[in-house]
Each structure stands twice: as structure tokens, then as C-alpha cells.
């Protein structure tokens, strides 16, 4: 079992700036690949980001392309989003999956585990 705990979330401004992180209880197989969804109140939930342990390849949503970055740091079982350039639409719960790194990386259905989530809220 892999626990995922979620922090950084808060309210800014428009244009502001944010780093999301999350922490896995132990590095394991199933760890391979970490990645960020969001789900904003009456939508369906969003991949953001992902990121591999073995070689850091980094996929992004098209909506966050050029304005978040994921990275991570595997000897603190750590995994990052900074998110600049922060807009309204951005509002949502954020949440932190790991999974094996096996399927597509863009759907909740490859990750086994998941964190709680944090609040980011943009306002205008």
C-alpha cells in the first residue's frame, strides 16, 4: 500500500502562482509514474500532468501546456506541479496518483493509487 499526501493548494489571484506537492509513503513499482488531475465542481475529472521515475518524461494536458511543469524527486518520494500563469478556469481539486506506468497515462484508470486532494482556487 502506498499512501499519497497532497499540499500547496490555496487561493491566488489571476496570473499568480502556485507549486502543488506530493509525497508517496515509499518508493515502489507502482510508483513508476505519478501524475496531477483536477476535477472542478460539475466536470469530469482532468489529467494535468504525469511524469516517469525511470527517465523523467513529462506529458501535460493541452489546457496547462506552457504554464505548469511536473517534476519529481525520487530520493523524497516526492512529486511537484508549479503552476504559473494561473487562470479561473484553473479552479478545481487537484489530486496526486502513482501507478506501475502501464496503459495510458492520461486516464485515471492506469494509476492505483490516489491522494485526498487540494483545493486551488483562481479568482479573477
Known amino acids: 500500500q502506498v499512501q499519497l499526501v497532497e499540499s500547496g493548494g490555496g487561493l491566488v489571484q489571476a496570473g499568480g502562482s502556485l507549486r502543488l506537492s506530493c509525497v508517496a509513503s515509499?518508493?515502489?513499482?507502482?510508483?513508476?509514474?505519478m501524475a496531477w488531475f483536477r476535477q472542478a465542481p460539475g466536470k469530469e475529472r482532468e489529467h494535468v500532468a504525469a511524469i516517469r521515475g525511470s527517465d523523467n518524461s513529462a506529458y501535460y494536458g493541452d489546457s496547462v501546456k506552457g504554464r505548469f511543469t511536473i517534476s519529481r524527486d525520487n530520493a523524497k518520494n516526492t512529486v511537484y506541479l508549479q503552476m504559473n500563469s494561473l487562470k479561473p478556469e484553473d479552479t478545481a481539486v487537484y489530486s496526486c496518483?502513482?501507478?506501475?506506468?502501464?496503459?495510458?497515462?492520461?486516464?485515471?484508470?492506469?494509476?492505483?493509487?490516489w491522494g485526498q486532494g487540494t483545493q486551488v482556487t483562481v479568482s479573477s
Open positions: 496518483a502513482a501507478g506501475p506506468g502501464y496503459g495510458d497515462y492520461s486516464l485515471g484508470g492506469s494509476y492505483t493509487y
Open positions: 515509499r518508493r515502489a513499482p507502482s510508483t513508476l509514474i
